[in-house]
């Protein structure tokens, strides 16, 4: 478990900007009782620490001898610099349930494509369940060496979620994790684009000539007429 310093600062206004002066970040944590308090960590400590964890990592804050374990929740950028201007956590309570976004990691390698019949899709990123800290895990590991070919795919009805951790939503059992797309089928519809795109230039060339040539005969039939009366 990774630990980060925090250090306690007054509530933010015009102070913001002179904690951020300093080399600090101005952070808060809050809880599941709205509660929170506002403190500041060093820049270079935070850069540091979101380089390493993710939305599911547990973060050890250590503020002046009191440690508590916090999710980071969200982080503020400047929007033409890229600096973090301001991060909030949120306090864990180990002996409650707890709604956590997990992400989903594929392992293993399909025989279906490493045979070049499909290419692997991975149409959904993460889900949602509830477990406590003491039964959390960083990621959903997916093996897909079970899909041999295209069309096959790894549903979440098709898993067994680690021992203390529940899907959240039921009703997506049948949400795809990972699936092979059938790599004939994307080629063929990528030619038939390319044909349909050259056929209506070549359309349009003969359009414009046909166009010109009918316009010429008008201007034969005209004069020929009046080379006539005359």
Same mark, same amino acid.
């Given at each position: 478990?990774?630990?980060?310093?925090? !250090?306690?600062?007054?509530?933010?206004?015009?102070?913001?900007?002179?904690?951020?002066?300093?080399?600090?970040?101005?952070?808060?944590?809050?809880?599941?009782?709205?509660?929170?308090?506002?403190?500041?960590?060093?820049? #270079?400590?935070?850069?540091?620490?979101?380089?390493?964890?993710?939305?599911?990592?547990?973060?050890?804050?250590?503020?002046?001898?009191?440690? !508590?374990?916090?999710?980071?929740?969200?982080?503020?950028?400047?929007?033409?610099?890229?600096?973090?201007?301001?991060?909030?956590?949120?306090?864990?309570?180990?002996?409650?349930?707890?709604?956590?976004?997990?992400?989903?990691?594929?392992?293993?390698?399909?025989?279906?494509?490493?045979?070049?019949?499909?290419?692997?899709?991975?149409?959904?990123?993460?889900?949602?369940?509830?477990?406590?800290?003491?039964?959390?895990?960083?990621?959903?590991?997916?093996?897909?060496?079970?899909?041999?070919?295209?069309?096959?795919?790894?549903?979440?009805?098709?898993?067994?979620?680690?021992?203390?951790?529940?899907?959240?939503?039921?009703?997506?059992?049948?949400?795809?994790?990972?699936?092979?797309?059938?790599?004939?089928?994307?080629?063929?519809?990528?030619?038939?684009?390319?044909?349909?795109?050259?056929?209506? #230039?070549?359309?349009?060339?003969?359009?414009?000539?046909?166009?010109?040539?009918? #316009?010429?005969?008008?201007?034969?039939?005209?004069?020929?007429?009046?080379?006539?009366?005359?």
């Amino acid at each position: 478990m990774i630990t980060i310093e925090l !250090k306690a600062r007054e509530k933010t206004g015009n102070k913001a900007k002179r904690v951020l002066n300093e080399g600090y970040v101005p952070a808060v944590i809050y809880d599941n009782k709205t509660h929170s308090a506002n403190f500041k960590v060093e820049r #270079g400590a935070i850069e540091r620490l979101l380089h390493h964890v993710k939305t599911s990592s547990i973060v050890k804050a250590s503020i002046e001898g009191d440690e !508590k374990q916090v999710l980071v929740k969200d982080v503020d950028y400047h929007p033409i610099t890229g600096q973090i201007r301001h991060i909030a956590f949120f306090e864990i309570d180990p002996n409650e349930l707890m709604t956590f976004e997990l992400p989903v990691r594929i392992v293993g390698e399909s025989p279906a494509v490493k045979n070049n019949l499909g290419v692997l899709i991975q149409p959904t990123k993460s889900i949602t369940v509830r477990a406590k800290v003491s039964s959390l895990v960083e990621d959903i590991e997916i093996n897909v060496e079970k899909l041999t070919q295209p069309g096959q795919s790894i549903t979440l009805e098709s898993i067994a979620l680690p021992e203390g951790i529940e899907l959240l939503h039921k009703d997506q059992l049948d949400v795809a994790l990972a699936t092979v797309g059938q790599l004939q089928k994307l080629v063929e519809e990528e030619e038939q684009t390319t044909s349909d795109e050259e056929t209506e #230039g070549e359309g349009g060339e003969d359009g414009e000539a046909t166009e010109s040539a009918e #316009g010429g005969e008008d201007n034969n039939a005209s004069t020929e007429v009046a080379a006539e009366e005359k």
